[in-house]
């Protein structure tokens, strides 16, 4: 299977910017044999499948993965080299190494790229020793734990000039239906968009679990990372091959609950038809009390609501847009009937998109600076909920304007060892 160019990649027919530059030319050259070696760090649920699309992918090959779990560890390099199987019989590979420690990996001098899939409060660190290691990045959403260090790692992709990809793949897949919802929009056929309803989980909740014996095939140490201490349990990272997203993501001290899980996704496809991808909201107001009803307004007038249908729903002065993974109506039926890519667009891969891109240096659909203005977006709400005020966010310097409590939530102190490199 060749690697093709993306359509999700095209600058849309209105001619607004489709994502955030990355600063200067990307300078970094392929690989003069024109293969690239992979490497994937953290191998749960979700990577399960994007390895299988790497693997089916000529000119890419996974030399090694790493991952704190001794089951899933074995797994993975199992996976790859029973695809590899034919290269390992000729000794064209030499086999899949495997790693416990993400940095013991990027030691080696054979990479061109790594493949982040680790949990949400782990995403950063792994990919600032990437950055420095001038590896090219597909990190999984929500890109960070805090706003704080999402800057630093955008500062640091755009430093070393390179090819970042953020694991938002509503904007690539699933038959190209909120691709289409963007083009609709970005092409006037809602008249002056008004209101964004997205309908996404709720905020997170401190970790209460009990300790648990820990595995002696676990290194908890390195799970945890810049997480605050605490004893093992396999809720946050379970045991063996699992087929279910672990529930570390309801819980602060890990990620931003199920408002930035699915949020990521959503609010990412919000900002996406705003033309907000290097931007955001400049309020924010909740509500007295309850998991829904945030407001979200932007300086262009438009209000974003946290609640409503599963999904983006777009309300305009010509009527409504409203997508979800296996949904894209509108009212009326003309405004989809009529608009830019009105006709079923080709699911198209989001992995390959990256990979492709790293070919040609070019620039992927969701970038570094776009991720992490899209995990910005529920890191507000997620503040917002907590102090139930309204709040003033300046998204050039993203500050709030005159709020040291508000501030102080905007980053925290990683545990001692694991300061930001």
């Avoid at 790229?113 to 290691?133: E, G, N, R, S």
């Avoid at 590896?135 to 959403?141: M, N, R, V």
Wanted: with cysteine.
């Amino acid at each position: 299977m060749q690697i093709l160019t993306s359509l999700s990649r095209r600058r849309f027919l209105t001619g607004a910017a489709a994502t955030a530059a990355l600063g200067p030319a990307l300078l970094k050259a392929a690989p003069a044999n024109g293969r690239l070696n992979l490497a994937f760090i953290g191998y749960g649920k979700r990577a399960f499948g994007v390895m299988d699309h790497a693997l089916r992918v000529d000119g890419v090959r996974i030399v090694a993965v790493c991952e704190v779990e001794g089951t899933r560890l074995a797994r993975a390099k199992e996976v790859v080299e029973k695809r590899y199987a034919e290269d390992v019989k000729s000794g064209q590979y030499k086999g899949c190494a495997t790693y416990v420690d993400y940095r013991e990996l990027l030691g080696r001098d054979d990479l061109d790229a790594v493949v982040i899939m680790t949990p949400d409060h782990m995403h950063v660190h792994p990919a600032l020793a990437a950055a420095a290691k001038k590896l090219d990045i597909y990190c999984e959403k929500p890109l960070t734990q805090n706003i704080a260090e999402g800057r630093l790692l955008v500062d640091a992709v755009r430093k070393n000039k390179l090819v970042f990809q953020t694991g938002s793949q509503q904007r690539s897949e699933f038959g190209g239906r909120f691709r289409q919802a963007v083009e609709a929009i970005r092409a006037g056929k809602l008249g002056e968009l008004k209101t964004i309803r997205i309908g996404v989980g709720g905020s997170p909740i401190p970790c209460d679990l009990p300790e648990q014996e820990q595995p002696a095939n676990v290194n908890w140490e390195l799970w945890l990372g810049p997480a605050p201490q605490r004893g093992y349990h396999e809720d946050l990272c379970p045991k063996g091959i699992h087929n279910h997203f672990p529930a570390f993501r309801k819980y602060e001290e890990y990620a931003g609950g199920m408002l930035a899980d699915m949020g990521a996704h959503h609010f990412d496809i919000a900002q996406w038809a705003m033309g907000m991808d290097a931007s955001g909201p400049v309020s924010i107001e909740p509500p007295a009390e309850g998991e829904t009803g945030l407001k979200f307004t932007y300086a262009n007038g438009v209000e974003m609501f946290h609640g409503g249908p599963s999904g983006c729903t777009f309300e305009g002065t010509a009527g409504t847009i409203r997508v979800d993974r296996n949904l894209l109506k509108s009212d009326p039926p003309e405004i989809l009937a009529t608009a830019p890519g009105a006709k079923p667009g080709p699911a198209t891969d989001h992995l390959r998109n990256w990979l492709e891109c790293i070919k040609s240096r070019g620039e992927p659909v969701c970038t570094a600076e776009t991720g992490h203005r899209t995990a910005t977006v529920c890191h507000l709400a997620n503040i917002g909920y907590k102090l139930r005020r309204k709040l003033t966010w300046d998204p050039a310097k993203e500050q709030f304007s005159g709020d040291a409590e508000a501030n102080a939530l905007t980053t925290r102190k990683p545990r001692q060892g694991w300061e930001y490199a």
